[in-house]
């Protein structure tokens, strides 16, 4: 994932901080705003993680903070929900201006509720999602209990949430309750995926079965049981992160084999905060490589050697399964399993020597069919003829370029 910082200026003048997440090739295929939770910011760890799950399939992802907040200049507590609403317009009319306009509105707790009344009002909007949103904006009043009666009685007051000190005013409080009555994806017509957690302590699951209701078809709903509000854990945020990303895909439908904007035939994009997790395109696909957690890693894809012994795998059955073709002998079904070591070289000058070692891949082939013992002996030698098995086996040379990026 590609990340570029941004500034932009709203309505009433204030610079707005934000990031555009891309997809590995620079090149999506469309735009999505992300509106985080109410007191968080473009860089919470869960808003970082579903962005990767849209740029996996071509999003391209703006998250940025809202007026007083996070990096964007501005007072927070001079500011009311309102005013979220206006900063989602704003966002929407720069990306039409410099990029491209969104399809795709995502919100967080009172972040869902602000898209789902964004979304109204940004022609090109055609799908909405939420985590852990409110069905009314006034819901979130219960963070404030502490200090309503303080509010209501000298017009402001110091509130911590999240282990974070906000000065909430009056304004805000009314600007909440001015709001019509009914559930906030009432008369939305556009695509709506809703999801929450059962155990969601800060908006409770009874607001999701109230957006669900209200909400017109096409809608969904997807639990994430286990998960708090915040998304705390990696997994649930990851988890959520792809949910968007693959229904998405349904709503906002695009081309599916764009030119590659780069000359070779696999790219691979590595954030260095991201330890050893890969995004990459492989002719068409996306995919990500990684590396186990006892290594440091992730564990969200294949290792590279693991990748390696896919391609001779592959290669493998194609290969043979082309021979079975031509030949015309009967068989269902090819399997291939591969697996890399580094062995000692058997035959060297060197063999004390612990670098004396060479790679050795073990590869099985189990053919179910009715084939006599010649068929299979000839199959065993064909293998040995896929292409992939050959380039591993000669003297290979890589030529590397370097540049800054």
């Known amino acids: 994932m590609t990340t570029e910082n941004i500034k932009f200026t709203n309505r009433d003048g204030i610079v707005l901080s934000g990031r555009i997440d891309l997809p590995v090739n620079r090149a999506p295929h469309t735009y999505a705003i992300f ?36 990096n964007s200049e501005g007072d927070f507590s001079n500011t009311n929900f309102s005013a979220n609403i206006n900063d989602l317009e704003d966002a929407a009319a720069m990306l039409q201006e410099k990029y ?29 999602v939420t985590i852990g949103a409110p069905s009314h904006p006034s819901h979130v009043t219960h963070l404030l209990e502490g200090g309503l009666e303080t509010i209501e009685e000298k017009g402001s007051a110091e509130i911590n949430i999240g282990g974070r000190t906000f ?38 699951i009874d607001n999701a079965r109230e957006l669900y209701q209200a909400a017109h078809h096409p809608k969904s709903f997807v639990s994430l049981d286990g998960a708090d509000h915040l998304l705390s854990r990696k997994e649930d945020s990851l988890y959520a992160g792809d949910l968007i990303g693959s229904w998405a895909q349904r709503y906002i439908p695009h081309e599916a084999h764009q030119p590659r904007e780069f000359p070779h035939q696999v790219m691979a994009s590595l954030d260095t905060a991201d330890a050893f997790t890969t995004e990459m395109i492989v002719g068409h696909t996306r995919m990500i490589a990684d590396e186990p957690e006892a290594y440091g890693g992730a564990a969200l894809g294949p290792t590279p050697y ?8 592959s290669c493998t059955a194609m290969t043979l399964n082309m021979y079975l073709g031509r ?71 890589i030529n590397t370029t370097i540049e800054n990026a």
Do not use: Y
């Open 35 to 70: 509106a985080h939770c109410f007191t968080c910011s473009k860089n919470f760890p869960a808003v970082k993680n579903i962005s990767k799950g849209l740029t996996s399939r071509g999003f391209a992802v703006l998250r940025f903070d809202f007026t007083g907040l996070g």
């Open 100 to 128: 491209t306009a969104p399809e795709l509105l995502v919100g967080h707790s009172l972040g869902g509720a602000a898209v789902l009344l964004a979304a109204r009002k940004i022609a090109s909007v055609k799908a909405v």
């Open 167 to 204: 000065t909430i005013r009056s304004q805000f409080l009314n600007d909440l309750n001015s709001l019509p009555g009914n559930e906030v994806s009432n008369d939305l017509r556009l695509p709506l995926l809703i999801l929450h957690s059962p155990q969601d302590r800060i908006v409770e």
């Open 306 to 313: 693991e990748l390696l012994g896919a391609a001779l795998a």
């Open 327 to 397: 030949k015309e002998w009967k068989a269902v079904r090819i399997e291939v399993f591969v697996s890399h070591t580094g062995k000692h070289v058997v035959d060297c000058e060197h063999c004390d020597d612990p670098k004396a070692r060479i790679d050795h891949f073990e590869r099985t082939v189990k053919v179910k069919g009715t084939l006599d013992g010649q068929q299979m002996e000839r199959l065993l030698q064909i293998a040995d003829k896929c292409p992939v098995h050959k380039t591993l086996s000669a003297k290979n040379q």
